[in-house]
T-cell receptor, first 115, second 116 residues
Framework: KAGVTQTPRYLIKTRGQQVTLSCSPISGHRSVSWYQQTPGQGLQFLFEYFSETQRNKGNFPGRFSGRQFSNSRSEMNVSTLELGDSALYLC??????????????FGPGTRLTVL | AQKITQTQPGMFVQEKEAVTLDCTYDTSDQSYGLFWYKQPSSGEMIFLIYQGSYDEQNATEGRYSLNFQKARKSANLVISASQLGDSAMYFCAMRASTGTASKLTFGTGTRLQVTL
């Protein structure tokens, strides 16, 4: 069974631009969560999507948005990029939503650098 | 609000020795889950072990065991017979199973280095 895939793996953008990251969950998984990892703030939850609906959102500005498609693939968008958005963005999929225990499988991440 | 504390930024252990990585947590929820993840330099988070707040037995998965002390709010990871491939960052995380608080909260991590 293929794991969680994220594209692109590396991305370089300049301030003010926008970026879209993609995540394909494990086949059959309906929940996708996104996390931001930085040296200063560590791992922080961005949002969770389940069956195309945003179920939960972390404490991030509105510049961060996402969506999930009917095939469970998810995209995350960051508009008006700032230097502080440079981070590793991790996507995780699970069979059910986060309200019940089930293991989350993480992808390799997308490393975003904002210049 | 949930909080995870990992007080060991870095740890060294010799190959074949056991090592304990500390994790304490804070939550007012009665039902929660505790997780440990391993993150090699490649960046991918690898699930290691899970402990539910109502589980009476400590969780074990191969060389990994979780020393769960509910009254002390600690969930330490024990790795037995360390291997060179265990060198990585290790994160403790918690999820509270109540409504909208359904997200993983991570600690700051412990970098483990296994030496010969």
């Amino acid at each position: 069974k293929a794991g969680v895939t994220q594209t692109p793996r590396y991305l370089i953008k300049t301030r003010g631009q926008q970026v879209t990251l993609s995540c394909s969950p494990i086949s059959g998984h309906r929940s996708v969560s996104w996390y931001q990892q930085t040296p200063g703030q560590g791992l922080q939850f961005l949002f969770e999507y389940f069956s195309e609906t945003q179920r939960n959102k972390g404490n991030f500005p509105g510049r961060f948005s996402g969506r999930q498609f009917s095939n469970s693939r998810s995209e995350m968008n960051v508009s008006t990029l700032e230097l502080g958005d440079s981070a590793l963005y991790l996507c995780a999929s699970s069979l059910r939503d986060l309200s019940s225990y089930n293991e989350q499988f993480f992808g390799p991440g997308t490393r975003l650098t904002v210049l | 609000a949930q909080k995870i504390t990992q007080t060991q930024p870095g740890m060294f252990v010799q190959e074949k020795e056991a090592v304990t990585l500390d994790c304490t947590y804070d939550t007012s929820d009665q039902s929660y889950g505790l997780f440990w993840y391993k993150q090699p330099s490649s960046g991918e988070m690898i699930f290691l072990i899970y402990q539910g707040s109502y589980d009476e037995q400590n969780a074990t998965e191969g060389r990994y065991s979780l020393n769960f002390q509910k009254a002390r709010k600690s969930a330490n990871l024990v790795i037995s017979a360390s291997q060179l491939g265990d060198s990585a960052m290790y994160f403790c995380a918690m999820r509270a199973s109540t409504g909208t608080a359904s997200k993983l909260t991570f600690g700051t991590g412990t970098r483990l280095q296994v030496t010969l």
